[in-house]
C-alpha cells in the first residue's frame, strides 16, 4: 500500500515539475502579472460590470486568434482573417431589415454560408494550389474587403433587434426574463468564446484535429502517411471561418452596424497573439486553447499602456515592442528549460 | 503449405527529368520470406520499393499483387491493399506522440472520436517487441534517430502487411536494436508476411535474407537463393559492383606518431558526456564505438565547438582552447564531417559550388568581392580529387547520389590545414564503392599529411577495419580502450555491452 502512494505522490510532483518547466507555464505566469497590475491600475477591476466590460473588449481578438491558430498549427497562415470578419459584419447588416425579425436568421445563413466561401477559397490556395499561405491569403484579403466595400461603402447597414442578444440580451425587448438575468451574469460574448472552446475540445479528438497538427508539423510525412493533406488544410480554413463568423455576431449584436474596414487591425494582432500564445509559426506547435492565452496577454498589454496614460503614439511603440519581450520571454524560459533537461536526459 | 508468390514486378520502368532512375527493374516476393534487395546507391532499388508502394507511379511496366494486375497512384491505395513500406527518410511527424505516430493515417474511431486507447494498446504491442524500453506517449522529435526508426518500423507494422518493405531500416540502429528488429523480423516470416529488406551492409543481409536480388544502373544484375547456392558474400558484392573487388585491405597500416595533437580533459556536457578524456595522437585514427545513443554524436558535436555550455580542458598541440564554438574548432583546424549530412552538413538547395567554398566565406580574410574565377578552379580541383561525379559545379547537391553528397561535406574541408578531422557516421546510407573511396581517401590523407581523425561508425566493421585504438562509450563514459589486434567484432561488442 505504501508503496503505490509513494508512486503516486512521486508520479505527481514530477507532474508538477513537468508542468513548470513548460513554457504554457511561463505564458500563465506573465497574463497572472498582467491580470496584477490591470487589478492594480482599474479600481473596479472586480466588479461583475468592468469584467464585463472587459469580456466584451477581448472577445473579438480571442476568437479570431483561436480560429488563427488553428491554421497555423496546419502548417498555413491567415492575413485575410480581419477582411473576412469586415466582410461577414456587412453581409449581416446588408441582409438584415430592421421592421422584419426572420431577416435575422436568413442573415445568418448568409454569413455562415460565405464564411464557408472563403474558407473554400482560402483552402483551395493554400491547399490545392499550394501558393504559400500569405500570398494566397494576402491576396484574398484584398478580395474579401472590396466585397466588403462593394456592400458597405462607409459604416452603417440596419440589423433585426433580436441581435443584440449576441452582445446585450438584457437590451432586448421581449426576451425572456431569465435570459436576461443570466445575460447580466455570463455575457454572451464569454458564451461565445465557450461555444470555440467547446468546437475545438470535440474536433480535437477527431480524425481532422490530430491531421491538422500532422499536416502542420510535416506535410509530406502525413502524404505518406495516407493522409489527405489539402483537405485537412481546407477543414482548418473552416473551422478558421467559424471562429470568425462567431465573432462577427458579436461585432454586429454590439455594434448594430457593419463596417468594411473594422478587422483591419485585427490580422496581425490575432497573428501576434497566437505566438504569444504558443504556437509555432512553423505548424504543428501548440495549443488552441492556450491561443486564449496569448489574446489575453495582448489585450491586457494595450490596457495597460492605456491606464499609464501616456500619448497615443507611444502607446502604440510600446504595444509592440511588449509582444516581442512577451515571445523573447517565453522563448528563452524553453531553451533555459530544454537545456537543464538535456542535462538529466541521461542520468 | 510452401510459399505463395505475393508480389510480380516485371520491366519496370521510371526516370526523373533526364535521369533514368529504373531502366527495367524485376522483383518476386514470396510470402513468409525475407527477399534482400541490394544496389549500390542510384541503382534503382529505393525507386523499385517507392513504385512498388505507391508513392512513385511507373512509366512502364506492371506490378501483380496476389495474381492481379494494381497500379497504385498514392501510398494510400497500396496500404489499403496490404502493403507498407518502412521510408528511408523518415516519414514520422515530429510534434505527434510515438503512438499517435504508429497509428497515423489508420486511427480507429470509437463513435464520434478517435478510440485513444486502442491505439495506445496496438503501438505498446508492437514498441514492447522491438524496444521495450521506449515510452509510447513521448513525443517523436524527443527521440534519437534509433528510436525513430523503430517507431517508423513499428508504424509500417501497425498496418499488418502483406508485404512489408524495409528501406534501410538499419541505418540509424545500434547492434542490439538491429538484433531485436531481426528477431521480430524472422517472426513476421513465419506468419507469412513477404518481406522486402535493404541495408548497405552485407552481414546484415547475409544473416537475415532467404533471397537476394541485386540491381545495377536501374537493371537487375542477379539474384541469388542462399538456400539453394548458399552464401557467398564475394558474389554478392561482385553483383553490386559489377567487378571482383580486391581482397581486403590489410589492417596494419597506422601512420600514428607519439606526438599529442589534440588533448581533452575532464569533458563534461549536461549529464549527456561525463569525464570524457581523449588524447589524440599526430597521423592516429581514433575511432569511437559503441552501443548506438551512448554519448557518441554528442562527443563529436561537443569537440567541434557546437555547444556552448561545455566543460572542458582542451590543448591542442600543447595550445589551450576554447570549444564553446564551432567558429574556435574551425580556427585551431578541427573539423566536422557530420553524420547526418542533409540535416547538418550541406545546404541542400544550393550548388555544389557554393558548398564546398562555404567555409571560406566566413573565416578567411576575404576581399569584399569573391574571387570566383580563382575559387571556382580550387572548387574543380576538389572535385577532381575527391572524384565527385557532377555534371557542373552549379547542380544543386541535392541531385548527387548520397555517396557523392557525403564526400562534399569532406571537401568543403580540403583546402584547410585538417589537425583533427572529426567524421560522425561518415559511410552512413552511402554504397559500398563510396564508402571504400572515401575511406581510403581518408586513411591517404592520413599517411601522407599526419593528419589526425576521430571516427565515429555505427558499423562496427569500420571501425575494425580503419582504427588505431577505439575507445568504448557507454552512458556518456568512456568505458573501455582497445587498441591493434584487441579489436575485433567480440571486444567491441564484448565492452559495449559491458560484459566485462
Known amino acids: 500500500m505504501d508503496r503505490v502512494s509513494g508512486k503516486a505522490v512521486a508520479a505527481n510532483s514530477s507532474a508538477l515539475k513537468r508542468f513548470v518547466s513548460k513554457p504554457d507555464f511561463s505564458r500563465l505566469l506573465i497574463l497572472a502579472v498582467m491580470l496584477a497590475i490591470t487589478a492594480v491600475l482599474q479600481q473596479n477591476f472586480f466588479e461583475i460590470k468592468a469584467i464585463v466590460r472587459n469580456v466584451n473588449a477581448f472577445t473579438p481578438l480571442i476568437l479570431l486568434t483561436m480560429g488563427q491558430a488553428v491554421v497555423i498549427i496546419s502548417g498555413g497562415l491567415d492575413l485575410s482573417v480581419g477582411t473576412a470578419l469586415s466582410l461577414l459584419t456587412c453581409v449581416l447588416t446588408t441582409v438584415m431589415k430592421k421592421a422584419d425579425p426572420v431577416t435575422g436568421a436568413y442573415a445568418l445563413a448568409a454569413a455562415f454560408a460565405v464564411a464557408m466561401l472563403i474558407a473554400v477559397i482560402n483552402g483551395i490556395g493554400i491547399g490545392y494550389l499550394r501558393i504559400p499561405p500569405v500570398i494566397v491569403t494576402f491576396a484574398t484579403s484584398f478580395m474579401w474587403l472590396g466585397i466588403a466595400l462593394f456592400l458597405r461603402p462607409t459604416p452603417g447597414g440596419e440589423t433585426v433587434d433580436w441581435f443584440r442578444a449576441f452582445y446585450n440580451p438584457g437590451s432586448v425587448e421581449g426576451m425572456p426574463a431569465f435570459v436576461k438575468a443570466l445575460g447580466a451574469v455570463i455575457p454572451p460574448a464569454l458564451i461565445l468564446v465557450l461555444i470555440g472552446y467547446a468546437l475545438w475540445f470535440v474536433i480535437r479528438r477527431t480524425r481532422t484535429g490530430r491531421y491538422i497538427y500532422a499536416v502542420g508539423s510535416n506535410n509530406e510525412s502525413a502524404y505518406e502517411s495516407g493522409i489527405n493533406t489539402a483537405w485537412v488544410q481546407m477543414r482548418a480554413c473552416m473551422i478558421n471561418s467559424v471562429f470568425i463568423f462567431l465573432a462577427a455576431l458579436f461585432f454586429v449584436g454590439q455594434n448594430q452596424s457593419g463596417d468594411a474596414r473594422m478587422g483591419d487591425p485585427l490580422t496581425l494582432r490575432a497573428i501576434a497573439a497566437a505566438v504569444v500564445g504558443g504556437i509555432a509559426l512553423t505548424g504543428g506547435r501548440g495549443s488552441v486553447y492556450f491561443a486564449l492565452v496569448g489574446a489575453l496577454i495582448l489585450s491586457f498589454v494595450s490596457k495597460i499602456i492605456f491606464f499609464a496614460n501616456i500619448a497615443n503614439a507611444y502607446q502604440t511603440f510600446f504595444n509592440g515592442v511588449i509582444v516581442i519581450v512577451a515571445i523573447a520571454g517565453s522563448h528563452g524560459y524553453t531553451l533555459y528549460t530544454r537545456r537543464t533537461k538535456e542535462a538529466s536526459k541521461l542520468t | ?500
Open chain 2, 1 to 500: 503449405m510452401g510459399t505463395v508468390k505475393v508480389l510480380e514486378a516485371t520491366g519496370i520502368k521510371k526516370h526523373f527529368g533526364g535521369v533514368v532512375a529504373l531502366a527495367n527493374g524485376n522483383l518476386i516476393c514470396h510470402s513468409g520470406r525475407i527477399t534482400g534487395l541490394l544496389g549500390a546507391n542510384g541503382s534503382g532499388k529505393s525507386t523499385m520499393s517507392k513504385i512498388i508502394a505507391g508513392v512513385y507511379s511507373a512509366d512502364a511496366g506492371e506490378i501483380k499483387l496476389s495474381n492481379k494486375l494494381v497500379r497504385y497512384r498514392n501510398p494510400n491505395e497500396a496500404r489499403k491493399d496490404g502493403i507498407a513500406m518502412v521510408f528511408q527518410n523518415l516519414s514520422l511527424v515530429a510534434d505527434l506522440t510515438v503512438w499517435q505516430n504508429v497509428v497515423l493515417g489508420a486511427e480507429e474511431k470509437k463513435r464520434l472520436f478517435l478510440n485513444d486507447t486502442a491505439a495506445k494498446d496496438i503501438a505498446r504491442e508492437i514498441i514492447d517487441q522491438l524496444l521495450p524500453d521506449l515510452d509510447i506517449q513521448k513525443v517523436v522529435h524527443e527521440l534519437n534517430p534509433g528510436e525513430m526508426q523503430i517507431v517508423e518500423i513499428a508504424k509500417a507494422i501497425s498496418a499488418k502487411p502483406k508485404l512489408l518493405i524495409l528501406d534501410e531500416p538499419t541505418a540509424a540502429l545500434g547492434q542490439a536494436q538491429v538484433r531485436s528488429l531481426f528477431r521480430y523480423m524472422k517472426t513476421l516470416a513465419e506468419r507469412g508476411v513477404a518481406i522486402v529488406f535493404t541495408s548497405h551492409r552485407l552481414w546484415e543481409v547475409m544473416e537475415i535474407c532467404d533471397y537476394v536480388t541485386i540491381f545495377r544502373n536501374g537493371e537487375n544484375a542477379g539474384s541469388i537463393d542462399f538456400s539453394r547456392d548458399g552464401k557467398d558474400p564475394e558474389k554478392i558484392v561482385d553483383y553490386i559492383t559489377g567487378e571482383m573487388l580486391k581482397a581486403k585491405v590489410k589492417k596494419k597500416r597506422s601512420a600514428a606518431t607519439s606526438e599529442v595533437v589534440l588533448s581533452v580533459t575532464d569533458l563534461n556536457y549536461g549529464g549527456v558526456l561525463k569525464d570524457v578524456a581523449i588524447e589524440l595522437k599526430k597521423g592516429e585514427i581514433l575511432g569511437i564505438g559503441g552501443l548506438a545513443g551512448q554519448g557518441q554524436h554528442e562527443l563529436m558535436l561537443a569537440l567541434a565547438g557546437n555547444y556552448a555550455g561545455i566543460d572542458c580542458h582542451a590543448e591542442i598541440n600543447g595550445k589551450r582552447i576554447r570549444l564553446n564554438r564551432p567558429a574556435n574548432a574551425i580556427r585551431n583546424s578541427i573539423l566536422l564531417v557530420p553524420g547526418d549530412r542533409q540535416l547538418e552538413g550541406l545546404f541542400l538547395k544550393h550548388s555544389l559550388f557554393t558548398n564546398i567554398i562555404f567555409p571560406k566565406l566566413g573565416l578567411r580574410r576575404q576581399p569584399l568581392f569573391t574571387p570566383r574565377r580563382k575559387y571556382r578552379s580550387e572548387c574543380e580541383q576538389v572535385v577532381d580529387v575527391l572524384s565527385i561525379v557532377a555534371h557542373s559545379l552549379d547542380m544543386p547537391v541535392s541531385e548527387l547520389s548520397g555517396g557523392n553528397q557525403q564526400k562534399v561535406v569532406v571537401g568543403k574541408w580540403l583546402s584547410f590545414d585538417t589537425n583533427v578531422l572529426l567524421l560522425a557516421d561518415p559511410a552512413k546510407g552511402v554504397d559500398v564503392g563510396a564508402k571504400r573511396d572515401l575511406y581510403e581517401y581518408i586513411v591517404n590523407q592520413v599517411q601522407e599529411k599526419k593528419m589526425s581523425v576521430i571516427l565515429y561508425a555505427s558499423d562496427n566493421e569500420e571501425l575494425i577495419e580503419y582504427c588505431d585504438r577505439l575507445m568504448i562509450m557507454y552512458e556518456g563514459q568512456i568505458v573501455a580502450i582497445l587498441e591493434g589486434d584487441e579489436i575485433n567484432d567480440d571486444t567491441i561488442v564484448a565492452a559495449s555491452l559491458r560484459v566485462r
